[in-house]
């Protein structure tokens, strides 16, 4: 499946959108391989972890307080017309214990999330995403977290999976 993409964006609320806050161009080259190129963004840091999740996800959170936490929503173009959105968020915590156990109820699907940013921030309709097409990486005290769903045109559960596997390897803004 071929893919393509462009950044744009649009600040909003506090968000910070490509060109709007020092992000700059963005860099196509780990999309490459999958023929996807980066079409918009925004991104968004938080400190409140617990306002930003839900389910066991969020209980876990209230008990274990995480440091910081920056979320990213993207999305991704072909040639052919699909359109890929990817939501990632990087969790931190003071120890990596905590992580750790973190990672373990966010990698069960059913337990909760934290909440991808609104796609209207993109100028987008809300996009509803299922967990289904995941990948999560422990990076010392840093869970992050990536999923994807297609917007538009057509592409198949298994190269979502690529995608979000792809994305927890995306460099935190």
């Not at 980066?38 to 066991?56: H, I, P, W």
């Not at 209207?120 to 990486?137: K, N």
Request: a negative charge; hydrophobic letters at 45%.
């Amino acid at each position: 499946m071929g893919a393509g993409g462009v950044v744009a964006a649009a600040a909003l609320a506090g968000a910070v959108a490509a060109g709007a806050g020092g992000l700059g161009q963005p860099d196509d080259s780990a999309w490459n391989g999958l023929g996807l190129r980066v079409v918009d963004r925004v991104t968004r840091d938080d400190r409140d972890c617990v306002a930003n999740s839900f389910g066991q996800v969020r209980e876990l959170l209230t008990a274990a307080p995480c440091s910081s936490l920056s979320r990213m929503l993207f999305t991704l173009a072909d040639d052919k017309g699909t359109v890929v959105a990817v939501s990632v968020a990087w969790v931190e915590f003071g120890a990596r214990d905590v992580a750790t156990e973190f990672k373990r109820v966010e990698d069960i699907h059913g337990t909760g999330d934290i909440t991808p940013l609104s796609a209207s921030l993109l100028l987008m309709d809300d996009i509803t995403f299922t967990a289904h097409h995941y990948g999560s990486e422990l990076r010392e005290s840093t869970v992050v977290v990536a999923e994807t769903e297609t917007v538009g045109g057509t592409a198949t559960p298994e190269f979502l999976r690529q995608v979000a596997g792809v994305a927890v390897r995306t460099p935190r803004p």
